[in-house]
C-alpha cells in the first residue's frame, strides 16, 4: 500500500494553522508553531542522530508561503526566514497523525531546557 497523499492544502493565517486533508480521509490542522519546530531541515533534525536542535521561541511565527516540490513534499516559507525543509507527504501525515505525542514530547524538552539552564 502507497503512502497517503494530500489532496487538499489550505494556509489558515488567522487560526495559524495548515490544514492537510489526505486521500485515505485523513485531515488534520498542524500550528505553524508545531511545524516550525518539527521541521525537518537540517538546521532543526541536525546532521546525524539524536534528538536535534530544541528550537523555542515560535509561539507567534507564521507561514508566508506553500510551495510546492514536485508531486512528494511542499516547503513552508515561516516568516522568521526560515525555509529550508522540505515536508514530504509522508512526513506532514506522521506529523498530523503523532502530533499529540511529537508535541508532547517537545514541551518535555524545552521544560528539561529551561531547568538545566543557569539562572540569570
Do not use: C
Request: hydrophobic share 35%; charged share 30%; glycine share 10%.
Amino acid at each position: 500500500m502507497s503512502d497517503p497523499v494530500p489532496i487538499e492544502i489550505k494556509l489558515r493565517t488567522r487560526s495559524r494553522q495548515l490544514e492537510v486533508v489526505f486521500d485515505d480521509g485523513s485531515r488534520f490542522e498542524l500550528p505553524f508553531e508545531y511545524l516550525r519546530v518539527h521541521s525537518p531541515s537540517a538546521e532543526v533534525k541536525g546532521h546525524g542522530f539524536g534528538e536535534g536542535v530544541l528550537v523555542t521561541g515560535k509561539e507567534n511565527v507564521g507561514i508566508r508561503a506553500v510551495e510546492p516540490i514536485g508531486q512528494y513534499a511542499v516547503k513552508l516559507v515561516f516568516d522568521d526566514g526560515h525555509d529550508t525543509g522540505l515536508y514530504s507527504w509522508k512526513y506532514l501525515y506522521e506529523l498530523g497523525s503523532e502530533r499529540d505525542r511529537k508535541w508532547a514530547e517537545y514541551q518535555s524538552r524545552v521544560r528539561a531546557s529551561r531547568q538545566a539552564a543557569p539562572p540569570p
